[in-house]
């Protein structure tokens, strides 16, 4: 039996942490699937596209998005298809370049806690958590999606 207070979750790992996010925001999980390079006007964080029942998606390198360090583009990439929750915004769908396959939990109280204070400097992070012991965040959804309208304007 389920914990009535429990969310299901998806816990997404990176090359570095982890992201958490509702099951409810995703809309599909990809492996090894090809990327299509972006355009040379696109930002560093912008990986390029994967497709979705043919249907281009931005794939995003949230390491790099937050400042980190470019991310080596690889041929085929694991990601996880997320939806935009603001109705008929574009772009309606997008990914996040994923480390490996996420795992789905039931979190809690017991097993999702606040890191430190949870405060983060990036704008893009919610807020610092610990789950399973694992330290990560929870992804602002709204001021990715925000960057990603912005940026993908002019390219």
Not at 51 to 72: C, D
Not at 119 to 140: H, M, Q, T, W, Y
């Amino acid at each position: 039996m389920s914990d009535a207070n429990a969310i299901r979750s998806l816990i997404l790992p990176l090359q570095t942490g982890v992201l958490v996010v509702p099951a409810s925001t995703v809309e599909e999980v990809l492996f090894a699937e090809p990327l299509d390079l972006p355009p040379p006007a696109a930002p560093e964080w912008l990986m390029g596209e994967v497709q979705l029942r043919q249907q281009p998606i931005p794939l995003i390198s949230f390491e790099t998005l937050i400042g980190g360090e470019p991310v080596v583009t690889p041929a085929t990439v694991h990601a996880v298809v997320l939806k935009n929750l603001e109705a008929d915004a574009e772009p309606s769908l997008y990914a996040i370049h994923l480390a490996r396959a996420p795992r789905v939990e039931e979190l809690d109280t017991s097993t999702l806690q606040l890191a430190d204070d949870g405060r983060s400097e990036s704008v893009f992070i919610a807020c610092r958590i610990v789950v399973d012991g694992e330290e990560g965040g929870l992804p602002a959804l709204d001021a990715i999606v925000q960057t990603l309208q912005e940026s993908l304007v002019g390219i």
